[in-house]
């Protein structure tokens, strides 16, 4: 299975644009990689995800590198509400599709 | 769309007590749903993936008479915490997929901290 890498913790001003960096060296072709956040004491929240091409929707962009080995989840305005442990998910594509979660960066925004 | 609710929140019982968790996909229809636990300051932990129709699929290091499954419909999963102790503690989370698409992603509730006295 596909693991990912990232960093503990990060911290963004608010109104500027956050990236959020993750590296998965082993993906193999047919994964697609998730981006999950999660506020304290709640369940995650899907964001977006992606397998090759770039992606956007209300919440944030996701840019996959050519060669698929890394990420970057990018809040282009982040707010004090977007405080919170954000994860990157490669997830498994055989079997029952499981999720295996890695540690997160945990994201503070501050005023 | 793609609504998972978990009932109870939250629940505080005594040592010895079975406790029944509940996982609804309220707006859609879930053949698979995965049950999570998540310790204090700790990433999310696969426990087993619920299959509607046939037996859970439990990760290594999980005691399947500890944590009862049944998913008896395309909405709704149970986990059963059996004779709970203490360190049963935690917080535990489902999910689920929408759509028929294997790469739909999963959507999950709001969770259930369990506190066992």
């Known amino acids: 299975d596909a693991k990912t890498t990232q960093p503990p913790s990060m911290d963004c001003a608010e109104g500027r644009a956050a990236n959020l960096p993750c590296n998965h060296s082993?993906?193999?072709?047919?994964?697609?990689v998730y981006w999950y956040r999660q506020i304290h004491s709640q369940g995650p929240q899907y964001i977006i995800h992606?397998?090759?091409n770039n992606e956007t929707n209300e919440m944030a962009s996701l840019i996959i590198t050519e060669d698929r080995k890394s990420s970057t989840l990018i809040l282009p305005h982040a707010t004090l509400r977007d405080t919170a442990v954000y994860y990157c998910?490669?997830?498994?594509?055989?079997?029952?599709?499981?999720?295996?979660f890695g540690t997160g960066t945990r994201l503070k925004v501050l005023a | 769309g793609a609504v998972v609710s978990q009932h109870p929140s939250r629940v505080i019982c005594k040592s010895g007590t079975s406790v029944k968790i509940e996982c609804r996909s309220l707006?859609?229809?879930?053949?698979?749903m995965f049950w999570y636990r998540q310790f204090p300051k700790q990433s999310l932990m696969l426990m087993a993936t619920?299959?509607?129709?046939?037996?859970?699929?439990?990760e290594q290091g999980v005691e399947k008479d500890k944590f009862l499954i049944n998913h008896a419909s395309l909405t709704l999963s149970t986990l059963t915490v059996t004779s709970a102790h203490p360190e049963d503690s935690s917080f535990y989370i489902c999910?689920?997929?929408?759509?028929?698409?294997?790469?739909?992603?999963?959507?999950f509730g709001d969770g259930t901290r369990l506190s066992i006295l």
């Open positions: 999910s689920a997929s929408s759509g028929t698409g294997v790469y739909q992603p999963q959507h």
């Open positions: 082993t993906i193999s072709g047919n994964e697609y």
């Open positions: 992606g397998l090759k």
């Open positions: 998910i490669v997830r498994v594509a055989r079997g029952t599709y499981k999720y295996i």
């Open positions: 707006d859609f229809q879930a053949t698979t």
């Open positions: 619920s299959n509607e129709g046939s037996k859970a699929t439990y």
